[in-house]
């Protein structure tokens, strides 16, 4: 999975780095480590580890993650943490990705829209069958379409927005 960042100092979102500096080390030889990234049970398209949305709004969130999955066939998961314990937010969302299996196996197409609240962070993580479809530069319009929601504490509002691009920038208009 490869990732495009978001961190949010105070009340406003701002663009903190794409992913760049991951594929540098990946051609240098480096390898991502999940070392210092807790375990987190995924517990459905949405995983709200966080507790910043309604029963209701997971509900919608979830439902709309299902039809783009369904026409598609790509799979998009959101994650919420109430804190990263000291990892990198592009790892976290790279290893929750990996750990939970998302996407299709031999299409490596799966999305983890990762947020860390209270860090003020976020994570768009892409499988590599994603890149063409869904670029850095994409990815990071996206999360620049969210901040303003974000940055208004409607995390659902920010999250559905988010699900919306991506769905058109990866073939799902709605």
């Not at 990732?3 to 390898?31: D, N, W, Y």
């Not at 029963?55 to 439902?63: C, H, K, N």
């Amino acid at each position: 999975m490869r990732a495009a960042a978001l961190a949010f100092p105070l009340a406003i979102l701002a663009v903190a780095g794409g992913c760049k500096a991951a594929q540098e080390s990946a051609a240098a030889g480096e390898t991502a480590t999940c070392d210092g990234v807790p375990p987190v049970k995924m517990a459905g398209r949405v995983t709200d580890a966080a507790d910043i949305l309604t029963a209701e709004e997971e509900a919608r969130l979830s439902d709309r993650l299902a039809r783009y999955e369904q026409r598609t066939k790509h799979q998009m998961v959101i994650a919420t943490v109430p804190d990263l314990h000291g990892a990198r937010v592009d790892n976290f969302g790279t290893c929750l990705g990996n750990r939970w299996g998302i996407g299709r196996k031999d299409q490596d197409d799966g999305v983890v829209i990762l947020v860390a609240p209270n860090e003020r962070q976020m994570r768009i993580a892409t499988g590599s069958g994603m890149e063409q479809m869904l670029t850095d530069e994409e990815a990071l319009a996206v999360v620049r379409q969210m901040t303003p929601r974000f940055g208004d504490r409607d995390y659902a509002g920010g999250l559905s927005a988010g699900i919306d691009a991506i769905a058109a920038q990866t073939g799902d208009p709605q």
